[in-house]
């Protein structure tokens, strides 16, 4: 049974940029995956449509068999959580707080408007911060938290919804190389012990083979690979990295050749 | 560009540089000034002939008479309390009507131009004339300036927030959207807390705003100290009015300091 299921999906913006260009792909439930590609590949638009932030032009997405469409958008995303590159935690509220945020969408409006939650709410945000190591700073204001911390912290906001897919827009791009090791480590075992299916945008080809179940590798707006880690291969990873326009590629191989 | 071709280039001429109106701008603005000024035949000799009866005039306030400072106080905390129930009025009516006129958070574009434009007429209203026409609905005493006071000072605070709201970072807005989080949440929980310093800032101001234009409103009956300063003033009372000034002047400049202090407090 597949969780996401992305049905010739283009995505054209009103500035006539289009970022995807006919895109076709099954994510199995439980699974991790990650997808690769140089930047303005389209793999952040394409996190976004199954998450509801942007809309496809054409095509559709569904998650669990439902399509995301403007009409059941916040159903939708209390199910499918996200992960940012730069966190995007609300900084001036606590980090308790900002992961009760990840209980909004299951409760009516009035009590959480005061910021009232019930005790069975508490409690999965205590679970959620125990599980990421944060509970001794459950009230620090979230923009005293180091980069790692922070994310650690959205993604326990991302657990503390209880979803059925984690989507993770380049959740280490802003971080360390050891942070960058705890966050993907943390995903790969939520992954595992939850069976929360996992989707993540990476830069870091390394991290992809180590950690991915499947890679789906993106250029300009088109899947070029979709397979196993081994079987991405140099002249795979050259597919997925090249740029138009450019023979004989310097660059690219300098970069591939440690990767 | 390839690393190979970083290697072989040669220097090359800057490209040609983008063209930069901003000259042409003041001169326009100088220009507009002076025919504003001409237009108006505004003189400055007659100034300068003025600064010696202006001098004689201030003058006359010379000696401050405070025998009555105990009702001065009193007046002036009449006064205080108009203003706050104004700006408490403003920030009730701003809290709800702000987040409907931010771009980025009202649901949809009708309540957006309905709410924008109820701030804007609510701020096109002059206050002295909310005064007149509340003094003339409600009668005398400080009931009416509280209410002009809060309907004209909702549609400036009505818009700092709602400007403030729109300035929240994206990825803010988009963290808390992403969990699911309705209207009401999005508000409370990504907007709120991200202006909450500035969101402050403002209310200190438009209650400053609001002492010292309660104090004016007490001209047209709305009650306070403004209307012993009237009365002193029709008098020709200078002793008393230069005192009277005086209180207003300490007032602000305590309320100055408080909100100063307030805000460092809250950083």
Not at chain 1, 150 to 165: D, E, H, M
Request: with cysteine; hydrophobic share 50%; aromatic share 8%.
């Amino acid at each position: 049974m597949s969780a996401i299921s992305i049905q010739s999906v283009s995505k054209r913006f009103p500035n006539g940029f289009e970022a995807l260009k006919g895109i076709d792909a099954e994510i199995r439930s439980g699974s991790f995956t990650v997808v690769l590609g140089p930047s303005g590949a389209g793999k952040s638009t394409l996190l976004r449509l199954m998450n509801g932030l942007e809309t496809p032009t054409t095509g559709m997405v569904r998650i669990d068999g439902e399509i995301v469409d403007r009409r059941k958008v916040r159903h939708i995303r209390s199910r499918v959580a996200m992960v940012f590159q730069q966190f995007n935690l609300v900084d001036r509220l606590s980090v308790v707080t900002n992961v009760l945020t990840g209980r909004l969408a299951h409760r009516s409006w009035v009590g959480s408007v005061f910021y009232l939650f019930r005790q069975e709410d508490l409690g999965i945000a205590r679970e959620a911060l125990c599980r990421v190591g944060l509970i001794d700073k459950a009230w620090s204001r979230a923009d005293k938290l180091s980069g790692g911390q922070q994310q650690r912290v959205g993604i326990a906001r991302a657990l503390a919804q209880r979803p059925k897919v984690i989507l993770a827009d380049e959740p280490v791009a802003s971080l360390d190389p050891v942070s960058s090791e705890e966050i993907m480590t943390l995903l790969r075992e939520i992954c595992d012990r939850d069976g929360i299916t996992v989707v993540v945008n990476l830069h870091q080809v390394d991290l992809a083979r180590r950690f991915a179940d499947r890679i789906i590798g993106m250029n300009g707006g088109r899947i070029v690979f979709d397979g196993k880690p081994e079987e991405m291969t140099q002249s795979v990873l050259r597919t997925i990295y090249q740029r138009e326009g450019i023979e004989d590629d310097t660059s690219l191989d300098m970069a591939l050749a440690y990767a | 560009m390839n690393v190979h071709d970083l290697k072989s280039a040669r220097p090359q001429p800057l490209p040609p540089k983008p063209r930069n109106p901003m000259p042409v701008w003041v001169a326009a603005t100088l220009a507009m000034l002076w025919l504003i000024v001409w237009d108006l035949e505004i003189s400055f000799e007659t100034l300068a002939y003025g600064v010696e009866d202006m001098a004689e005039y201030f003058s006359r306030y010379g000696q401050p008479d405070f025998t009555d400072l105990s009702r001065y106080l009193y007046l002036m905390g009449v006064t205080l309390a108009t203003a706050l129930w104004g700006t408490v009025f403003a920030l009730l009516v701003a809290f709800f009507l702000a987040p409907l006129a931010a771009r980025n958070f009202a649901p949809n574009v009708v309540t957006y131009r309905i709410a924008r434009e109820t701030l804007n007429f609510m701020r096109a209203m002059p206050d002295l004339l909310l005064a007149l026409i509340f003094v003339a609905a409600l009668g005398l005493g400080p009931l009416p300036g509280a209410l002009a006071l809060g309907v004209h000072t909702a549609g400036f605070l009505g818009k700092f927030f709602a400007e403030s709201l729109e300035r929240v970072d994206k990825g803010v807005c988009e963290g808390v959207a992403s969990t699911g989080a309705n209207f009401a949440q999005m508000v409370m929980y990504a907007g709120w807390p991200s202006i909450l310093r500035e969101a402050l800032g403002y209310v200190l101001y438009i209650l400053d705003r609001n002492v010292r234009m309660a104090s004016v409103l007490g001209l047209v009956g709305a009650g306070g100290i403004g209307l012993a300063l009237h009365d002193t003033l029709r008098l020709f009372d200078y002793g008393q009015s230069a005192a009277l000034i005086l209180v207003i002047l300490a007032t602000i400049l305590i309320i100055d300091y408080a909100s100063a202090w307030l805000r460092r407090r809250l950083d």
